[in-house]
Every structure is written in C-alpha cells, then in structure tokens.
C-alpha cells in the first residue's frame, strides 16, 4: 500500500533506480501472451544490450485482460520484472455511440479487468519493488465520481491522457482533484495521444512536436508513454523523426524526473491475435534498431 504521505517524486526516482525505463506486453499483439512477451523483450535486450550504460532489463507494463495469467506471478522478482498494470481506458459518455473511439473502448471494458477487481487482485500479488496502476483519464473520473476506489490502494495510480481533444489538460485536473482527495497517483503523459489531439499531426509530427514538447517539459514528474511499434494508428512515423527531434525530446525527458515507457504496438494484430513469434526476424530487428536509436540518444 502506498503511504498516505505519497511523494511523486520519490516514487518516480524509485521506478527509475528500480527499472531504468520500461516496455510493454503489447509487442505480441493487444491480446498477446504474457509468457511470449517476457521471452521477446529478454531476446531484444540481449541484442540492444551493447552501448547501455545499465544492464538491468526494463520494467514491463502488462495489460490486464480478463484472462491474464498467472496472476501470482505478475509481481513478483523476474528476469522481465512488472513494473506497472495496464487497466481500463474508460468510454467517454460525450462521444457518439458511433465513434470508432467510442466502439473500441467499449470492447476494452468488456474484455480488460474492472478496476475495482484488478486493484483487489493486485494487492495479493506484489513485491517490495515499485509498482502502478495505470487507467486513462476517463477511467480514473469514473471510478472516482462512483465511489470505486478502494481506500487502501496496492500501488499508486499512474492517470494516462487520450488521444481527445483537451484530453491533457483533463488529465492534469484529474490527477490535482485525486491528489486532494488523498488518493496517490502520478499523470501519464502519452505522446502519441496527444499528438492525435491535433489534426494530422500524428500522420506529420513535425507541425505539433515544440508545442508537445512544451506540453511535456510543464508536468511535473509523471511517466512517459512513447509509443514506436508498427500499428500506424497510434505509433509515431519513426521515419520522419529527424535527429534533431529525438535529441530535443531526449532534452526535455532529461530535465525532470520522468519514467519512460516504450510502448511497441504491433500492426495487423488480427493476424498475430494471440501472439507475434520470436522468429519473425524483421519485426525483432525493427525492433533492435529502434532501441539501439533510442539508447543512442540516451532516452532510455
């Protein structure tokens, strides 16, 4: 349980000392298995380890579907330590009923563990490292508004912005009135998500990366998604990401306490429904590249 006296602060620096940076179990499809992800990440990182300052395998964030198991092991030591939990996006109930955005966060309802019970199931299931639980803006106002959060929480919550317009700035006024009700939590700033707030900015990065950039130096210590997969609905075009960018991005991630976390979302997961196979070498060497780049730059 976090202490009542919750420091952001502290508890960023301790995500930091305790994982360096993080990964995510989205890498074998949005319905991949834990146990294929764990095996993909140890091989990536065997590969990208070279130039790394720490050797330390990254915390991963595991998506908490209703059939994500073994529960019991999801906090304890690993070769592939969980770091944070990945819950409910929330619907937002100002989006028509035929909003693509609305559709498929009703299927994420039905199909991801409710809150409530995941934050239950979770405070049987931990170690002494750090951990979060992580629920979109409209989630976390949600369960908050109906009175469904325990009050002893098992980990902070981590509050991620979507990709609405305005999204960050209600994500901000959800964690400060969360924070005054005493209730432990930190903001998730997803770039991707807030590069969809503006059009065509994610199909052109360029034309909203200074603003994001300001957006994301004003937070104070919060957790960073970057999301570099192939799934081009919601990854940034690594190809049009000049050096220059990765270098200013680096810069701002540098200059406060942020834990990054590299989401790598895998493209046509129809057709990689349960799992994506080590063996597909050009993903794995995408993948190597990407983290190679990224370490270069010294964002993770």
Same mark, same amino acid.
């Given at each position: 349980?976090?202490? &009542?006296?919750?420091? *952001?602060?502290? !508890?960023?620096?301790?995500?930091?000392?305790?994982?360096? +940076?993080?990964i995510?179990?989205?890498?074998?499809g949005?319905?991949?298995?834990?146990?294929d992800?764990?095996e993909?990440?140890?091989?990536?990182?065997?590969?990208?380890g070279?130039?790394?300052?720490?050797?330390?395998m990254?915390?991963i964030?595991?998506l908490?579907?209703?059939?994500?198991?073994?529960?019991?092991?999801?906090?304890?030591?690993?070769?592939?330590?969980?770091?944070?939990?990945?819950? =409910? &996006?929330g619907i937002?109930?100002d989006?028509?009923?035929f909003n693509?955005i609305?559709? @498929?966060?009703?299927?994420?309802?039905?199909?991801?563990?409710?809150? *409530?019970?995941a934050?239950q199931r979770? +405070?049987?299931?931990?170690?002494?490292?750090? %951990?979060? !639980?992580l629920i979109?803006?409209t989630?976390?106002?949600s369960?908050?508004q109906?009175?469904?959060?325990?009050?002893?929480?098992?980990?902070?919550l981590? #509050?991620e912005?979507?990709?609405?317009?305005?999204?960050?700035?209600?994500t901000?006024e959800a964690?400060?009135?969360?924070?005054?009700a005493g209730?432990?939590?930190?903001?998730?700033?997803?770039i991707?998500h807030?590069?969809?707030?503006k059009p065509?900015?994610? #199909?052109? *990065?360029s034309? %909203?990366?200074?603003e994001m950039?300001q957006?994301l130096?004003?937070?104070?210590?919060?957790?960073v %998604?970057?999301?570099?997969?192939?799934?081009s609905?919601d990854?940034?075009?690594?190809?049009? /990401?000049?050096e220059?960018?990765?270098?200013?991005?680096a810069?701002v991630?540098?200059?406060?306490?942020?834990?990054?976390?590299?989401?790598?979302? =895998?493209?046509?997961f129809?057709? $990689?429904?349960?799992?994506?196979?080590?063996?597909?070498?050009? !993903?794995?060497q995408?993948?190597v590249? /990407? !983290? $190679? @780049?990224l370490?270069?730059?010294?964002?993770?």
């Amino acid at each position: 349980m976090p202490p &009542t006296n919750f420091n *952001p602060e502290q !508890f960023i620096t301790a995500l930091k000392n305790s994982y360096g +940076s993080g990964i995510s179990t989205d890498v074998v499809g949005v319905f991949g298995d834990w146990y294929d992800a764990r095996e993909f990440w140890q091989y990536i990182f065997k590969e990208v380890g070279e130039g790394r300052e720490k050797s330390q395998m990254p915390g991963i964030e595991v998506l908490l579907w209703r059939f994500v198991a073994p529960w019991d092991e999801l906090g304890s030591s690993d070769a592939v330590p969980v770091a944070g939990f990945h819950g =409910r &996006t929330g619907i937002d109930p100002d989006l028509s009923w035929f909003n693509p955005i609305r559709l @498929l966060t009703i299927g994420f309802t039905i199909l991801l563990q409710s809150t *409530p019970k995941a934050l239950q199931r979770l +405070s049987l299931a931990q170690d002494s490292k750090p %951990h979060y !639980f992580l629920i979109h803006e409209t989630e976390a106002r949600s369960v908050f508004q109906n009175n469904q959060l325990p009050t002893a929480l098992p980990c902070p919550l981590a #509050i991620e912005n979507n990709p609405f317009e305005e999204s960050y700035e209600v994500t901000r006024e959800a964690v400060e009135t969360l924070t005054k009700a005493g209730i432990p939590c930190v903001p998730v700033f997803d770039i991707v998500h807030y590069l969809l707030e503006k059009p065509n900015s994610l #199909i052109n *990065p360029s034309k %909203h990366w200074h603003e994001m950039l300001q957006k994301l130096d004003a937070l104070g210590p919060c957790i960073v %998604h970057i999301s570099l997969g192939t799934n081009s609905h919601d990854s940034l075009p690594v190809e049009m /990401i000049t050096e220059d960018m990765w270098s200013e991005l680096a810069s701002v991630l540098n200059s406060k306490l942020r834990y990054v976390v590299i989401e790598y979302q =895998r493209s046509s997961f129809l057709d $990689k429904l349960w799992s994506v196979p080590l063996e597909d070498e050009e !993903f794995a060497q995408r993948t190597v590249s /990407i !983290f $190679k @780049l990224l370490t270069k730059h010294k964002i993770i």
